[in-house]
């Protein structure tokens, strides 16, 4: 089986070396082989030290990753990358896509996930979503948490790669319902790192021991995941980027968007989402998530929490 890949960042190159290498080791189940074949991104750089990494191509148009692959993965970064590289004129992911499979990782707007399905179908090919909970790490190691949305077949038809990839690989339901998921997840995850941030800040400001401080969190209600990953990048300023701030910030406004859509107040969603588009416009985006920290913990720097 054929393999492209489109956006091969963070995430997208090493799904790639991660399949790459599950083939070449023999591991994958039912004897199936996978061979990744083209890579595209728009910084051409990272595709072209990611295909001499991996002996593919590295295509100049997503017509030609479409022509050298039988499945396609895009992880690009909003809705807008994603109706471009599967609307835009001229060149796109759909001419001569017959009979290919597209599976969309990006954490995009579910009605986003709908249009590009029917762009697909007219071009009599099948989209999956394959929305990831997890990270780097996870996804190098094969160990993503993927949540799927879309037809029953073209998930059947998934599932083979999707497992060498995810660790949990979980069916929502149809298109545009994995990505709801996903929007609240993150949306949850987000508040639960301002309010760690929050509550580091204070403690520091009270002049409390933080490794105490963080060890009380871990065993009480006061835990979480984000303490887990976050809480002692917070404490020491490594903000080295796993999930930036800037996608916090998306992220958590294509929840606010589904949640202004019925009628539905969500402050906290909304707080934090001002917390990180204060980030992006201070030149912190590129910050990994726990950057939020920065905002609050008093004498840090000017965009500390100071005046508060």
Do not use: W
């Not at 960042?9 to 599950?22: E, T, V």
């Not at 022509?67 to 796109?92: P, Q």
């Not at 029917?118 to 990270?135: D, F, I, P, R, V």
């Not at 190691?141 to 979980?170: P, T």
Request: aromatic share 4%.
């Amino acid at each position: 089986m054929n393999i492209g890949f489109v956006g091969v960042g963070r995430m997208g190159a090493n799904m790639a070396r991660r399949l790459k290498d599950r083939s070449a080791n023999g591991r994958i189940r039912g004897g199936e082989q996978f061979h990744i074949t083209a890579v595209y991104d728009t910084n051409r750089a990272a595709a072209t030290a990611l295909a001499a990494e991996l002996g593919c191509a590295a295509s100049q148009d997503l017509s030609e990753v479409t022509a050298e692959s039988d499945v396609i993965f895009t992880v690009v970064t909003d809705d807008a990358a994603m109706l471009e590289i599967f609307g835009g004129s001229g060149d796109n992911l759909l001419v001569n896509a017959r009979g290919k499979l597209f599976i969309n990782c990006a954490t995009i707007s579910p009605q986003v996930h709908l249009d590009v399905e029917k762009l697909a179908e007219k071009a009599g090919a099948q989209t999956l979503e394959a929305c990831m909970a997890s990270s780097i790490t996870q996804a190098r190691e094969g160990s993503l948490y993927l949540m799927c949305g879309g037809s029953e077949d073209a998930f059947h038809k998934a599932e083979l790669i999707l497992k060498e990839l995810g660790s949990v690989v979980r069916f929502i339901g149809k298109a545009g319902e994995a990505a709801k998921v996903k929007a609240l997840v993150n949306m949850v995850m987000n508040i639960n790192t301002a309010g760690l941030a929050e509550g580091l800040a204070l403690g520091a400001a009270l002049g409390l021991d933080l490794e105490m401080l963080r060890k009380v969190f871990s065993q009480t209600g006061a835990a979480s995941r984000v303490l887990e990953t976050d809480g002692e990048d917070m404490q020491n300023r490594e903000h080295t980027c796993f999930f930036s701030a800037a996608h916090a910030a998306k992220d958590s406004g294509i929840a606010l968007a589904l949640s202004r859509s019925l009628g539905l107040d969500l402050p906290l969603a909304r707080a934090t989402k001002e917390q990180y588009d204060r980030m992006v416009a201070e030149g912190l985006g590129e910050l990994d998530k726990s950057g939020i920290a920065e905002l609050t913990f008093k004498d840090r720097h000017k965009h500390s929490g100071d005046h508060v």
